[in-house]
């Protein structure tokens, strides 16, 4: 009896399950509805930092607060013309204190950058607007519900009929736990690229920044890549690819300074 039921839940999701992202334009697999996501990246943010501030790893330098503030208010500011529906979003940026190389963007705006990147690195500001531009891409560009659905897909049928008719998403805690700390695909990687250094550009930051910042972090990976670039294109394809964005990137830039 549960083959009939798991083959309608599965042709249901076909027929509502696929939209055009509004920002690239591409074909998505969407079975949580935008703010099922931005709940389950509120709750998972929430908890990021509170562990930070009981570990005393919420950064206190103010200087270096301010400076991510600043950058990260000049990318929102632009991130709302490009995809209007972020304007409804609660913005939120925290500097972790850890000497990772890593930064993030949630759905639904949440964001974190940590020491070790900004430190270690000797990012400018331009270079921390690559960054953090390339992470409001991913949200922006719906990477975090893309993932969602595709882990609640694969749990199977039943579990995408009972999201899809509103009964039972406590399922997507341990779905959102899964997606949200999975890395994002190389595809996704390239266009996060690809539509953050735009972003960054209309923000009035040099776009040559982004060629400047991954030649950095190729040269940090040492004997291997840190965790966050474990799945990001390869050094040499993506500087590559940045450099060939550059002189479209060019013009906004300068426009926007």
């Known amino acids: 009896m549960k083959y009939p039921l798991i083959a309608t839940a599965l042709l249901a999701a076909s027929l509502v399950g696929c939209q055009a992202n509004p920002v690239s334009g ?33 950064s206190t330098d103010a200087a270096l607060n301010n400076r991510v503030s600043r950058i990260t208010d000049r990318l929102i500011a632009e991130a709302r013309l490009m995809y209007p529906p972020s304007r409804d979003w609660q913005w939120s940026v925290a500097v972790i204190d850890e000497p990772t190389l890593n930064a993030w963007c ?17 990012l400018t500001d331009d270079e921390i607007a690559q960054i953090m531009g390339h992470e409001i ?5 719906g990477h975090g519900r893309e993932r969602m659905s595709r882990a609640i897909a694969m749990q199977g049928g039943m579990q995408i009929g009972s999201i899809l008719a509103g009964r039972d998403l406590s399922i997507l805690a341990p779905v959102a736990d899964i997606a949200l700390t999975l890395p994002h695909s190389r595809a996704s990687e390239s266009e996060a690229d690809r539509y953050g250094i735009e972003l960054a550009a209309r923000a009035g930051f040099d776009p040559r920044a982004a060629v400047r910042l ?31 964005l550059v002189p479209q990137m060019m013009p906004i830039y300068e426009k926007a300074r």
């Open 26 to 58: 591409r074909q998505q697999l969407v079975l949580v509805s935008e703010e099922q996501t931005q709940a389950s990246s509120a709750q998972a943010y929430t908890q990021t930092l509170s562990e930070a501030q009981k570990q005393g790893k919420l």
């Open 137 to 141: 891409a991913h949200a922006l560009l």
């Open 214 to 244: 991954w030649e950095k972090m190729d040269a940090a990976s040492g004997n291997g890549p840190p965790q966050f670039l474990s799945t990001h294109p390869a050094p040499g394809n993506r500087i590559q690819a940045l450099n060939a």
């Open 106 to 122: 949630m759905p639904g705006g949440k964001m974190a950058i940590y020491t070790g990147i900004v430190q270690k690195l000797k």
